[in-house]
């Protein structure tokens, strides 16, 4: 699922920006507001010798326009002051989206039932490690991603994507989905029928279903009239380690990788058809709709 391409922009707009910014801060604080400050003075030093000169010939002076004169000197040009007033909120922002919380929109519907296109969403940022802005570095460990979290990454084909799954294999799992259902190492998961889904939009019906993953239960939807099989997966790293069929695929994986899966299981493009994640593709993880325009209804947590 693209979550708007731009975003992937955005992390290194938001850098440039504070850069900027705090340069500008700095030099205002150490540098130029210290030479303002000597002109003042300076200034005021005359002003004060020339009243006190008039003063001393019996002229009457009024010193109603000192403050005036040091306030107009010690005045921020209009770029400084701009810049010194956003810088703090530029950081603040960058620090959060960075190593805390970032905000999503979901645009498709690949995560129906779970999330639905509009829904306004929060992944944690921390929660898989502290890495880097911009170039997405891990620097410090945290936790691995788990079988069901819903997780938001690099879209391997063109990293300057997100995407938004759900993790179904860990490194080293084996799993298979044959017939529109998943086995993992082995172990058949439990599915449970619930009453079908209507695609308000469409106005359509899909089968719904409990799906309980080792570690989370949450609901996916099978369209009946979709085959099992994957039609034409891409020739991704690692594909050597999957096989596909008829009835469905099955595939090990890879050291460093993770396979992902939509909840909408026959109307997702996901790592079925163009491979794994690699570990530096980690985002974070979603947790939260914070906001949906269109129902209110939607605001809270999905887990």
């Known amino acids: 699922m693209n979550l708007q391409a731009i975003l992937g922009n955005f992390a290194l707009i938001l850098f440039v920006l504070t850069v900027l910014t705090g340069i500008i801060w700095f030099l205002d604080v150490f540098h130029f507001a210290r030479q303002r400050r000597a002109r003042a003075d300076a200034a005021l030093a005359d002003f004060d010798a020339r009243n006190a000169k008039l003063q001393k010939e019996g002229i009457k002076t009024d010193d109603s326009d000192r403050a005036k004169l040091e306030a107009d ?12 007033s956003f810088f703090p909120v530029i950081a603040l922002v960058f620090f959060l989206r960075s190593f805390l919380y970032e905000p999503f929109k979901i645009p498709s519907s690949s995560m129906v039932p779970t999330l639905v296109i509009g829904d306004l969403i929060l992944v944690n940022k921390f929660v898989y490690g502290i890495r880097l802005p911009v170039i997405n570095k891990k620097i410090i460990e945290v936790n691995d991603p788990q079988r069901g979290d819903v997780m938001v990454f690099k879209y391997p084909k063109d990293p300057s994507m997100d995407y938004i799954k759900r993790v179904i294999g860990v490194p080293g799992d084996k799993v ?32 719904q279903y409990s799906e309980h993953l080792p570690t989370v ?4 939807l099978n369209d009946e009239n979709k085959p099992a ?18 009835e469905g ?26 491979g794994f994640v690699p570990n530096e593709n980690i985002v974070g993880k979603a947790f939260f709709v914070w906001m949906n325009l269109g129902n209110f209804r939607r605001i809270g947590s999905f887990h």
């Open 229 to 246: 099989y994957v039609q034409d997966p891409d020739a991704f790293p690692y594909h050597e380690q999957c096989t596909y069929n008829l």
């Open 249 to 274: 695929f099955t595939c090990t994986v890879p050291a460093g990788h993770y396979f992902m899966m939509g909840d909408n299981r026959d109307n997702s493009a996901d790592s079925r058809y163009w």
């Open 217 to 220: 239960t949450h609901n996916i």
């Open 176 to 207: 298979s989905y044959r017939n529109k259902r998943l086995t993992i190492n082995g172990q058949e998961v439990r599915y449970e029928p619930l009453p079908d889904y209507l695609d308000e939009e469409s106005l359509r019906y899909s089968k």
């Open 73 to 84: 000197i010690l005045r921020q040009p209009t770029w400084i002051e701009y810049s010194g």
